[in-house]
């Protein structure tokens, strides 16, 4: 990374950023100055990012006003995209509505900060060939010509994969024509490529998922992530001091520097949309009538079925969890940084996605008790994490705001049903409205739908539960047979368990529409694999038992990928962790050192077994002690899964390598399966 000075700052040190690059293109310099820690702010950018572009025009302010260092890091988007997993990006998928906001979006914020800003008609433009040849550049020229860059793609329009295009916009902020001549050279080779794929690789070990990026590096804390040019504000609040992780700002800054506007002279009404199901609009909810206040506007709540919403506009019925890890991660913790900056209370719901239609029709009865009613029922899901879709718990809230008993009795008339429908526009009949409003977002039951969707979910979980007797059943008959040195009983039970374990998530509903379809996969793909380990492992060959440790393995490798989109292994060592992480490796250890003795020419394998169930262990342990992107029963069914597979594979072992006993799989069968069936319930559940 190039790094240029800021008013009140040290110099970079001599040589340092050169060095750094050749060396190891992954660790950072530390900078000091008088003795004294500098905070640094990487600004990740890529030339094809328009709110990157935005950022641009102000982040050198904000470095500026509060002394800090910036560094420009580039990095190739695309090359970040498809290292999490996000394909061609969020822009590739988005819907033409979203898209159409997003434009609309993107040009009132240039609007504001009085950037101009336009959208080429050959957007994206590949821009690897720009940011080559900018890497290859003298380090003070970086500034001016990432600028001219910009300038050259977001306001001329031009074509900036062209060299001649890359060359005249070089040229026009200054640098000497040989210059530019020497870095297109560089472009081509093998230094520089290398180094931008460095880079790139980086910005995701940092957590980046998309640009602007701005990784702020404080004395004696760990890098702090901040996404998008919205959040500059934010940005000026930790160089002033602000821990977004830990409180309120000691001082908030306002959102925007520029002058007030000025009073409206109409004042209009103000539409909320909202859905009890989405914490964006709880945090929102808790704002909307002071912004409105401030102009003198009314506010009037607009309840709506949020997933009848998204199913109309062609999105996921719950879209935090189809982001991809990162994202998902950083959204969770950006939920929680809102709450402090603006000093409301705010807890994840152990119940999402929440059940909203009926606290939705209550809404509808409210009357003058509207807002208060609101307010009350986002405290009681988004802060006390309360189960807004249960009949007496409106109640109770309706009652609490000045609301009649029966409240939730009227909820249930036609005419309110077929009221907060017509809000929505969800009767195919009128959904312009909606549209035309630009309303994009908030997940609920599909409307018309409601009892047939109970029933279904019923009598899946019915189904669920049957499976899991069955399980149990044929799991005691195996244990029996095993006992007994009964050959065929074992032929029998095992296989009818394990396709009992594999069959339970899947009857369940694990990948319908409103479930976390990439959780299910993983843990689906290791039941499978486990269901094949078992038939393998039926025979007492020294190759049934390998084939047997090896899907095993695979299998447990599926979990583990499947607790890092719960919670990406970046939190595995927070909190409590850094006590069970270590705790458990020992527990490793002493097993290793317990079987080594005996494992001859087993010992790769199991070598490579056991560090699989360790981190299977690991991982299963974070999602429970530090959260992550599901619910908190889904969360601690997985642990439980966990735990309860590696106790397994302790009896596998001592059944195998130091001797048989028939305790081994009377105690041991039954832990496995217990965890097999938790691990499906995970799903049936989330």
């Known amino acids: 990374m190039r790094v240029y000075p800021q008013p009140g700052c040290c110099q970079n040190i001599s040589g340092v950023d050169r060095v750094w690059r050749h060396r190891d293109p992954l660790a950072r310099p530390r900078r000091v100055c008088d003795g004294a820690a500098v905070t640094t702010v990487e600004f990740w950018f890529d030339v094809s990012c328009p709110y990157a572009y935005l950022a641009s025009r102000s982040i050198e302010a904000v470095c500026a006003a509060a002394g800090a260092r910036l560094e420009l890091a580039p990095m190739l988007l695309g090359g970040v995209f498809r290292a999490i997993g996000a394909g061609d990006g969020p822009m590739a998928t988005l819907t033409p509505a979203k898209a159409t906001s997003n434009a609309r979006d993107m040009a009132r914020w240039a609007e504001r900060a009085g950037v101009p800003l336009t959208i080429p008609p050959a957007h994206p433009m590949r821009t690897v060939r720009a940011l080559r040849t900018l890497l290859a550049l003298p380090p003070a020229t970086w500034p001016a010509a990432m600028h001219a860059l910009y300038a050259a793609y977001w306001v001329d329009g031009a074509d900036v994969t062209a060299d001649a295009v890359i060359a005249a916009a070089l040229a ?45 590096h404080r004395d004696g804390a760990a890098p702090l992530l901040l996404w998008g040019q919205d959040r500059l504000h934010w940005l000026a609040a930790v160089l002033a001091g602000w821990d977004p992780d830990a409180g309120p700002p000691p001082t908030r800054l306002p959102a925007d520097p520029a002058a007030d506007a000025p009073p409206i002279a109409h004042p209009p009404a103000l539409d909320f949309w909202f859905d009890y199901s989405s914490p964006f609009a709880y ?18 709540w607009r309840p709506m079925l949020l997933g009848a919403l998204f199913r109309d506009l062609g999105t996921a019925d719950v879209p935090l969890l189809q982001m991809v890890a990162p994202k998902r991660a950083y959204v969770g913790r950006e939920l929680e940084r809102w709450a402090r900056w603006w000093g409301v209370d705010f807890r994840f719901t152990s119940r999402f996605p929440l059940r909203t239609v009926l606290p939705l029709r209550v809404t509808l009865l409210a009357g003058a008790h509207t807002s208060a009613l609101v307010a009350r029922l986002f405290r009681a899901a988004w802060v006390e994490d309360r189960d807004v879709g249960d009949p007496e718990v409106v109640r109770a809230l309706a009652v609490e705001v000045g609301l009649p008993a029966d409240v939730v009795e009227q909820a249930g008339a036609p005419a309110t049903k077929q009221a907060l429908i017509d809000a929505t526009g969800a009767d195919r009949d009128r959904p312009q409205r909606r549209r035309a409003a630009g309303v994009l977002g908030a997940r609920s039951p599909r409307p018309g739908r409601g009892r047939a969707a109970r029933l279904g979910a019923e009598g899946r979980m019915i189904a669920a539960a049957i499976a899991s007797a069955a399980c149990a059943v044929a799991v005691v008959l195996l244990v029996r047979a095993e006992r007994q040195e009964d050959r065929r009983g074992r032929h029998r039970w095992k296989p009818l368990a394990s396709a009992a374990f594999v069959a339970l998530p899947l009857i369940a509903g694990a990948f319908a529409a409103d479930r976390d379809r990439a959780l299910a996969a993983w843990i689906v793909a290791g039941l499978v694999l486990g269901a094949i380990g078992d038939v393998a492992l039926m025979f007492d060959s020294e190759r049934s038992f390998l084939g047997g440790l090896v899907a095993f393995l695979l299998g447990h490798v599926a979990y583990v990928i499947g607790l890092a989109h719960v919670q990406p292994p970046g939190a595995w060592l927070d ?48 999602v429970s002690l530090t959260g992550g992107a599901a619910s908190a029963t889904t969360r601690h069914l997985l642990t439980a899964g966990a735990a309860l597979f590696f106790a397994s594979d302790l009896a596998v072992a001592r059944e195998k390598f130091i001797g048989r006993d028939p305790w081994n799989r009377t105690i041991g069968l039954p832990v496995y399966y217990a965890a097999q069936v938790l691990f499906a319930w995970a799903l049936v559940v989330a």
């Open 172 to 216: 026009g902020a200054g640098i000497a024509a040989p210059t530019i001549a020497a870095a297109l050279a560089a472009a081509d080779t093998d230094a520089i490529k290398d180094e931008l794929r460095a880079r790139t690789d980086r910005a995701v070990a940092l957590g980046v998922f998309g640009a602007p990026a701005m990784v702020v």
């Open 283 to 300: 945090l929102g909810a808790t704002q909307i009538e002071r912004v409105a206040r401030a102009a003198g506007a009314t506010v009037r």
């Open 575 to 622: 909190g409590a962790m850094v006590v069970a992480a270590p705790l458990a490796l020992v527990i490793a250890l002493v097993v290793l050192a317990w079987l080594w003795p005996r494992l001859g020419a087993m010992r790769g394998p199991v070598i490579a077994y056991v560090l699989v169930i360790s981190t299977m262990l690991i991982g299963g342990l974070a």
